[in-house]
Structures are given as structure tokens and as C-alpha cells.
């Protein structure tokens, strides 16, 4: 209970207090905890002197990101949200309410972390396959696919806040009954969307020292909502031999408040049976997969209404976190504190669960039909996609907010 009203069906609960990046206009950003309609400023919190130490946490709390405070380790971070429960947990309200919340309405959300490297896996199997069987109908799953969770490294620079529009890249393309092997210069036809989320490291590691699947859960210090933008037709006359290049590194949106890890422990399940089982590095104990809920919808330029094109859920994920963590180090590789390393495109065992237009439209040969009555095999300029991720009930709910992003023409 608290004696702040908290809508129930509010993604920000008492038991999320996700950390964030905002401003009210004056251009100066601060660090921030979502709760219910409200933003708790931190820098408002730090100078009423809620956490001690005023000045050292005034200077943390008013960087234009969150890397250095998530530096500062668990036992720091989870006091803070501790601390800040407790304040909203008092019997009456507090003098200082005024001053320490912002009405979430009028603030302005920016990127909550630098970004200094980030990967993507490809962690569902339901999506692995369902691309294979487009694409290699005799051999959907390559032999290496249960044996480590596959990834490649993505731009780091061309990943923004939800809210910023996303322009439809230009590419080599090859054009249907064109010349075989002959690619045409122009817009990409097949712009997609990935419904992912994303992990932030929270402690960097050591060069040449691996972090073990035991370990992993240290390293990580919470959850994003994440859109790996995707230009399909670029992406498929590129990717061989090297993977993707060009079709993914032009954008990918991610939510502007994280979840810390902890606040997502009620709602660990146990993930798919993995055959075969996996090597001694990736081996790992307990539940590890989460009952997270996704979904996403589609807005049209010409309806004010979205359509609901998918709903899928992270429990899924045949690759857990700890086991992309333990893979992607295996090797030596250090992490940095604010890297991102995404899962992937989560998609269901259902049709109506799959986590991109590729897969619902099945490579655009059945165009899914919007609320205005029009068609998509894929993105078209001035389409709206929003995704929600929440786990929970309403009361309790533990969300991330939504990842938006407006389609804009290519540049001329």
C-alpha cells in the first residue's frame, strides 16, 4: 500500500520502480524511478537527503545517463529502490511529495543508458525455425543451433529511445522476376520489426576471463524492451557469408526505463527442455526463463486505432540469459557496464504469437489486414508499431511502458 494513488492496471507498481532518464523541458536530464502516473526525480530525492550522502549522489543522479550509478554496484542500487519504496510506503503522505514527484505525462524520456557494445541473439526456437523453413524448407534448424545460443554484434550507435522515428533504409535489394544475382540501389521493400528484449550489464568483467552461467545473474542489472528494426530484402542478399549488416544496423528502439532484475523474481519459470543438453559452460540450475507478457500493435497513418498483430511471452526463449551471458564470454570477451545484449526475436508456438511481419505474413505471401481495412506484408511509411512487455497482474504488474517508433520515407 501506499498513500500515493497507483492506478492498478499501472505498468509501474510498487513492486517494479524501474530507473530512467528524463526532463521536464529545461533540457536538463536527471535520473528518475517510475511509480504509477509519477516519476520519483532522484536528484530531488538525493538533495532531500533520502539516501545520505547529498552531494555524491545530487553529481550521480544528474548524469545524462544511468551508467554511472548502475557502476556503483547491486548493494547501492537496490538500496536506493529500497529506500524509495519505503518513502512511498509511509502511513500518511510525506511533506517533501511535492518536490520529489513529476507527473509522468510531462516528462520528457530520453535514452537511459550508453550504449558502449551491443549483440543480438537469435534465442527462440519457435522464430529459428520458422525463418528456416522459409528459407531452407528441407533443413529449418542448422546443427549448431542447439548447441549455443547464436548471436552477432550490432550497432551500438544507431540505438534510440522509444518515440524516435525510424527512417526506411536504402540497400542493395534484389527485385522479384529482376535478374538473378543482380541486385538493384533503393528503399527497402520488407521493413520489419523484432520483438525482443534486451539485458544491461551492470559489472564489467575482466579481458580474457570468462563469466560463468553460475555467475551471470551478477553482471546483469536489468531488462529493456527492445525493437531490432529489420529491412528483410537487404538483410537476405547481404547476410551470406557474414551475417547481418546493413538490414539491421539503421535502428533499434528500446524502452526508456529499465527493470531491474530483481523485480522480476517473482515471475522466473522454467524454460523448454533443451535436447541435447547443453555443454558444462552452459549448463545451468533453477529458473531461469521469465513468465514476461508481449505484445504488439500496429497504427496505420489513416486510423487512429492500433490493431493487435501479436502477443507472445518470454518463457519461451530456448536460451536464457545466464547461458547468452556465459556463451558470449566463453571465449575471453569483456562486458562493459551499460552494454545491451538482446534475445532475439521472441515468437510462440502459435501463428498469432510469432515476433515479426516476416514470420506473420509468412515472407509477406499472406498480408495481415488492419483495422482501416488495409493490407500489410510488411511496414509501410508513416506506420506506427508500439510493443508492451509486462509480467503480473493488475495491482502488481511489473512493466516496462511501450518501445514506439513511427516508419519515416527514405532520405531522396
Request: aromatic letters at 10%; hydrophobic letters at 35%; proline letters at 8%.
Amino acid at each position: 500500500m501506499s498513500w500515493l494513488h497507483i492506478s492498478p492496471d499501472s505498468d509501474f507498481s510498487l513492486q517494479n520502480l524501474p530507473f530512467g532518464i528524463f526532463h521536464t523541458g529545461d533540457a536538463q536530464p536527471r535520473a528518475g524511478m517510475a511509480i504509477g502516473g509519477h516519476i520519483v526525480d532522484l536528484v530531488a530525492a538525493a538533495e532531500a537527503g533520502l539516501f545520505g550522502k547529498r552531494r555524491f549522489f545530487k553529481k550521480i543522479f544528474t548524469q545524462a545517463t544511468l551508467n554511472d550509478f548502475i557502476a556503483l554496484g547491486k548493494p547501492v542500487t537496490n538500496r536506493i529502490r529500497r529506500k524509495v519504496r519505503e518513502w512511498l510506503e509511509q502511513p500518511t503522505t510525506p511533506e517533501n511529495a511535492l518536490q520529489l514527484l513529476v507527473d509522468r505525462q510531462t516528462a520528457i524520456m530520453l535514452m537511459p543508458i550508453r550504449v558502449p557494445n551491443y549483440t543480438d541473439f537469435y534465442s527462440s526456437i519457435e522464430h529459428a525455425t520458422n525463418v528456416g523453413k522459409m528459407f531452407r524448407p528441407d533443413n529449418p534448424l542448422l546443427p549448431n543451433w542447439r548447441w549455443m545460443p547464436i548471436g552477432y554484434h550490432g550497432r551500438a550507435s544507431s540505438i534510440v529511445v522509444s518515440g524516435t522515428p525510424i527512417r526506411r533504409p536504402k540497400g542493395q535489394i534484389l527485385v522479384p522476376g529482376g535478374q538473378p544475382d543482380t541486385p538493384i540501389f533503393g528503399p527497402s521493400r520488407q521493413l520489419d520489426f523484432e520483438l525482443e528484449l534486451a539485458f544491461v550489464i551492470g559489472k564489467e568483467s575482466t579481458l580474457g576471463e570468462p563469466i560463468t552461467a553460475e555467475n551471470a545473474e551478477e553482471h546483469i542489472f536489468g531488462l529493456v524492451l527492445f525493437n531490432d528494426w529489420s529491412a528483410r530484402d537487404i538483410q537476405r542478399w547481404e547476410y551470406v557469408p557474414l551475417g547481418p549488416f546493413l538490414g539491421k544496423n539503421f535502428g533499434s528502439s528500446i524502452s526508456p526505463w529499465i527493470v531491474p532484475l530483481e523485480a522480476l523474481k517473482p515471475y522466473r519459470v522454467k524454460g523448454p527442455k533443451q535436447t541435447p543438453p547443453p555443454l558444462d559452460y552452459l549448463k545451468t540450475r533453477g529458473l531461469k526463463n521469465l513468465d514476461i507478457s508481449l505484445s504488439v500493435t500496429l497504427t496505420s497513418s489513416n486510423d487512429s486505432v492500433p490493431t493487435l498483430v501479436s502477443r507472445s511471452n518470454t518463457k519461451y526463449l530456448y536460451w536464457n540469459m545466464a547461458q547468452q551471458l556465459a556463451h558470449h564470454t566463453v571465449n575471453g570477451c569483456n562486458v562493459q557496464v551499460g552494454d545491451l545484449l538482446a534475445s532475439g526475436t521472441i515468437s510462440g508456438p502459435t501463428p498469432d504469437s510469432y515476433g515479426s511481419m516476416l514470420e506473420l505474413t509468412w515472407g509477406g505471401r499472406n498480408p495481415i489486414t488492419l483495422n482501416d481495412g488495409t493490407t500489410r506484408p510488411f511496414l509501410q511509411d508513416g506506420d506506427v508499431l508500439t510493443m508492451h512487455a509486462w509480467a503480473g497482474e493488475e495491482g502488481e504488474k511489473v512493466g516496462f511502458g511501450s518501445v514506439e517508433g513511427e516508419v519515416l520515407g527514405a532520405i531522396e
